[in-house]
């Protein structure tokens, strides 16, 4: 999809620099909590949204990319949150739970809190994460919250995945065997240790998008390139001794767009926040191309 656009939107009452207008938000805000609230502002209304429980002396500010495509009119802004950190588990999908008991408006994917699930993945403080597993940090400045990048935004948060989850649908992620190859009697399909171990590293991917939204090729032929999650998992069926179909797979990769788009920058593998390789995946399924169909 087309690049998103981040526009915050402030009341230009004075102009100000930016580290001395963001003194002076903060400013507004201490002051601003130290009153009593007689209403919360509205969710498409660009303020400091402070519940009573942030005003421990252990603050921490969030600001956090807000959209409502139902708000007739409404361009994308972001807004600042205050946590009492004091009272708020140590995550940053802890502080986002918090933000929503403040303004319910707000929205996101959550779902394991484990790390498991991949449904928390956005980008935080420039690089796309696991809310559930990226730790808050510490210090004054505040934590930059945004959806994943280069993708269609549903509502704030939330991006739409159905592109990202057509194409894996395309590469046929299931053991694909003969009838004769598969055991009659419905036991297991065996393998040995070596081979099983082959797909260390490939099987652990969550598709939480976070590497394939980091790579650049992916931003600009979304449409076209797989991007280095779906190809990972394409490899991992190929790698599988007990799958019967890896030519007939690498035919279908064997493609200038849908593989060769990547030109190794390898931002995939320095995001993953499994800690995995993409970027070796999709290198290894072009060596295998030019060994088996070249």
Excluded at 175 to 183: E, H, I, K, N, W
Aim: glycine share 6%; charged share 25%.
């Amino acid at each position: 999809g087309p690049p998103r656009r981040h526009r915050t939107r402030a009341r230009p009452a004075r102009r100000l620099g930016g580290r001395a207008a963001a003194w002076h938000m903060i400013r507004a805000a201490v002051g601003a909590a130290r009153r009593p609230l007689v209403a919360r502002a509205l969710s498409s209304a660009p303020s400091l949204k402070l519940g009573s429980e942030a005003q421990g002396s252990n603050v921490k500010y969030f600001k956090v990319y807000r959209w409502d495509p139902e708000a007739e009119g409404q361009k994308p802004y972001t807004a600042t949150y205050a946590v009492d950190m004091d009272n708020c588990g140590p995550m940053v999908l802890d502080a986002l739970i918090k933000m929503k008991e403040q303004d319910p408006t707000l929205t996101f994917r959550r779902s394991c809190r484990e790390g498991i699930c991949g449904s928390c993945a956005m980008s935080i403080s420039g690089r796309n994460q696991l809310a559930c597993l990226t730790p808050v940090s510490a210090g004054a400045e505040p934590m930059a919250i945004y959806p994943l990048p280069h993708m269609y935004v549903v509502k704030d948060l939330v991006t739409d995945l159905s592109n990202f989850y057509e194409q894996y649908r395309s590469i046929q992620p299931w053991l694909q065997q003969s009838r004769g190859r598969a055991p009659a009697d419905g036991t297991e399909n065996l393998q040995t240790r070596e081979d099983r171990k082959k797909l260390d590293g490939m099987y652990e991917c969550i598709l939480c998008a976070c590497c394939s939204t980091a790579c650049p090729s992916y931003w600009w032929n979304a449409d076209k390139y797989l991007g280095p999650a779906v190809l990972m998992q394409a490899y991992r069926w190929i790698e599988d001794s007990r799958d019967e179909k890896t030519r007939e797979r690498l035919e279908y990769l064997d493609d200038a767009f849908k593989l060769y788009r990547c030109h190794s920058i390898m931002n995939c593998s320095n995001t993953c926040p499994k800690g995995l390789n993409p970027g070796k995946a999709v290198a290894s399924i072009k060596k295998k191309v030019a060994e088996v169909l070249h």
